[in-house]
């Protein structure tokens, strides 16, 4: 990328990844065969789906983060998901500027992403499940949202379609599951995802000279509801530990993938769960690809606690807001380099 270091990139000390990480007592595995239960599902849980449902409530209680197999998704579309974005970012860079995302149209390609004001070292490449996705200008401007899809390489755009269909099949599945860890009907959150903005990212972190004083993702929480990852075999997805703040490093398994709640499932479920701190670490040998859904509902939504989740004792933690203001707040913070910064669902927290 550069030759001499540049500042851009350096993370503030108290941020930098240690040279030593943990593997250890990592994120729950959580075998999801039981899942065609749900079809079936209509009085109590079955047996099958009672043990699933309790995973699941356990791993988005302590962690937020959980890894999963037998998912559903096949692995030859995951496969094709793999080999268009490896060719994409073999391309030469003047030919995956082609598409580089611009003032106007956020999709596609991007290389100088910051978080919280230090710069990731990554590319990215982005595009939206259902389009025209709305960006939300206001009631009285509407911007629709388009993918820029390149030439090359051959088939990307039929892969990656093919890939989204896959995932957000399983994404509406693991929200059934979240629903009823929530003891509420199993379709009771879908309606929020009609018209949904949900985002498909193609992350590529390049080799970095210095790995000790940048990250590929800085530290931060999914805005969304639920996000599915991705991953190759290298490693450097690192979760914050909530029992003891330690950065826990996740072991990449083949044929899985990273599952983990927002901060809007954080906000519906009152706080009965949380969105987890991650960042990614890079390496001076292997480049890394990884994958991440963003899970999202529509621009309209507005989020607040679940009715059915407060009452007189247990009263909402949060004021409501909107979904659409807030991912562009959340842009716009990102596509400048500002001094302030990003907005966050505790700003919406009630004062006790
Ligand atoms: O690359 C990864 O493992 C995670 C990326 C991530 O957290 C994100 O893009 O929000
Ligand atoms: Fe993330």
Redesign the pocket.
């Known amino acids: 990328m550069v030759l001499e270091f540049d500042p851009a990139f350096i993370q503030a000390p108290e941020h930098r990844p240690k040279p030593a990480v943990t593997e250890a007592g990592g994120i729950p595995l959580i075998d999801l065969s039981p899942l065609h239960l749900l079809e079936q599902h209509g009085g109590p849980l079955v047996a099958g789906l009672e043990v699933l449902v309790a995973q699941v409530e356990a791993a988005c209680r302590d962690w937020g983060f959980f890894q999963v197999i037998n998912h559903g998704v096949p692995l030859a579309v995951v496969e094709r998901a793999w080999a268009a974005s490896r060719g994409f970012f073999a391309l030469p860079p003047e030919e995956r500027r082609r598409v580089r995302r611009n003032e106007v149209n956020p999709l596609g390609y991007y290389e100088a992403e910051n978080t919280k004001n230090v710069r990731d070292w990554k590319e990215v490449f982005d595009y939206v499940v259902h389009e025209p996705a709305d960006a939300g200008g206001g009631v009285d401007r509407l911007i629709e949202l388009r993918n820029q899809w390149p030439q090359f390489p051959h088939g990307f755009r039929e892969a990656l379609v093919e890939y989204a269909q896959a995932t957000e099949e399983l994404a509406f599945k693991l929200l059934e599951l979240i629903s009823l860890t929530l003891s509420l009907p199993p379709k009771r959150l879908h309606g929020f995802f009609k018209d949904q903005t949900s985002l498909i990212?193609l992350?590529h972190y390049p080799p970095c000279p210095s790995p000790h004083l940048a990250l590929?993702?800085g530290r931060?929480k999914?805005p969304g509801a639920l996000t599915i990852?991705a991953?190759d075999d290298v490693g450097?997805?690192d979760v914050r530990r909530r029992s003891d703040g330690e950065w826990i490093r996740v072991k990449p398994i083949p044929n899985s993938f990273i599952i983990n709640v927002g901060d809007i499932v954080q906000v519906w479920s009152n706080d009965k769960y949380e969105s987890t701190e991650?960042r990614?670490s890079v390496n001076s040998e292997r480049e890394r690809f990884?994958i991440?859904f963003f899970f999202n509902p529509a621009h309209d939504v507005m989020v607040k606690p679940l009715a059915e989740l407060v009452d007189e004792k247990n009263p909402a933690n949060y004021e409501e807001y909107n979904w659409g203001e807030f991912l562009k707040t959340r842009a716009d913070g990102n596509f400048k380099k500002l001094d302030v910064e990003n907005i966050q669902i505790y700003h919406f927290k009630k004062a006790k």
């Open positions: 990212r992350n590929g993702v931060h999914d990852l991953q450097g997805l991650h990614v990884s991440p």
